[in-house]
């Protein structure tokens, strides 16, 4: 009687330890399946790096303390500073296809300069008043040295991705240094 | 496709299998990254800028505050009730005292970096996004960063 060969067999189906792996396949499964719930690709997010200035100094209380160091990387003198100022669509307001939370006039002022110059307005679309900016930046970059600061001074009912937008142009044009400034008072 | 004549069923070879599981689980294991919900909230749209630089580590602590396109602060911040500035302020002049007294016990050398990450919504409006800045000064907090997107999801 001819008996099955074993070691055959054995051999066909690769190495046989004796093993139940199933509850490890299914542990591995399982484990698998928790880290491709957890992956979280976040390749896309930079930042922007920026320095607060000190706050108005008060009485010493002896508990609130400033690092002398920190202070020296504070941000440069605002005086030769160029002014980018962008004012809004009201909310709830529609001007010209532009909607609320959207910029409305875009103004830009050297320091010499007495009064602010209109650059861009509602009556063209947003991208050719962000390209007349530019050019405007460019310009006054390459004027003169040490003109590397930009003032921008937005207002309170900017959306946020439009303040990033016209950050884009001024460090586009070509200045190292952008500074916020407290929204305008003005309701647009 | 073999088959077994004989009826005795045909053995599968498990191990190829096996190897690729444990190669995938290795992969996500070395990308995982236990972040807490702060850090990546899924529900903040983040404006695109394409002069932001990568992200970098270079801070002692980093404390994230989560802004959405109402203005609210979201993520681990939303149990609490920070309606007002003054209200931040304090809340974040009471974490970097935590973070400085954790670091001198530590035995830390030197001043602890802090950096604030202020992830806010793209719609959300600049005077949100000021009042959270001035919150931040006002608590002594010198370094901050903006997240954005470098391109366009």
């Known amino acids: 009687m001819n008996r099955p060969n074993r070691h055959d067999n054995r051999e066909a189906a690769g190495v046989n330890l004796g093993a139940i792996i199933t509850p490890m396949l299914d542990m591995s499964f399982q484990i698998l399946a928790f880290f491709i719930m957890t992956y979280h690709p976040s390749g896309f997010e930079g930042h922007v790096n920026g320095n607060l200035t000190p706050p108005t100094p008060r009485i ?10 920190l202070l020296e990387e504070v941000g440069p003198e605002m005086d030769e500073a160029v ?22 006039q875009i103004y830009v002022k050297k320091t010499e300069d007495a009064v602010l110059a209109l650059v861009g307005d509602t009556d063209e679309p947003l991208a050719e008043s962000l390209r007349k900016l530019t050019v405007r930046l460019r310009s006054m970059q390459q004027a003169g040295p040490g003109r590397g600061i930009v003032r921008l001074e937005c207002r309170a009912d900017l959306k946020h991705r439009y303040v990033m937008e016209i950050y884009d142009v001024c460090k586009g044009a070509g200045f190292q240094n952008v500074s916020f400034v407290a929204p305008g008072r003005s309701k647009n | 496709m073999s088959g077994n004549a004989s009826g005795e069923g045909c053995d599968v070879n ?9 190669q995938l689980i290795m992969f996500f294991m070395i990308t995982v990254n236990f972040v807490r919900i702060d850090q990546f909230d899924d529900a903040i749209r983040l404006p695109v800028s394409t002069n932001a630089t990568p992200l970098d580590n270079t801070a002692d602590e980093y404390i994230f505050l989560n802004l959405d396109g109402e203005g609210k602060l979201v993520g681990s911040l939303a149990n609490f009730t920070l309606d007002t500035p003054g209200k931040l302020r304090t809340h974040l002049f009471r974490e970097k005292q935590d973070i400085e007294r ?17 992830r806010a919504d793209q719609n959300v409006r600049y005077s949100k996004v000021w009042e959270v800045l001035e919150s931040c000064k006002n608590a002594t907090f010198i370094h901050w960063q903006l997240r954005v997107m470098t391109k366009a999801a």
């Open chain 1, 83 to 104: 002014q980018v100022v962008v004012k809004t669509i009201p909310r709830g307001a529609i001007e010209r296809g532009r909607s609320d939370g959207q910029p409305s």
């Open chain 2, 102 to 118: 954790t670091a001198s016990k530590r035995g830390l050398p030197g001043p602890t970096k802090v950096v604030v990450v202020l």
């Open chain 2, 14 to 22: 498990l191990t190829p299998l096996l190897d690729l599981v444990l």
């Open chain 1, 60 to 69: 010493d209380d002896g508990k609130t303390q400033v690092d002398a160091k």
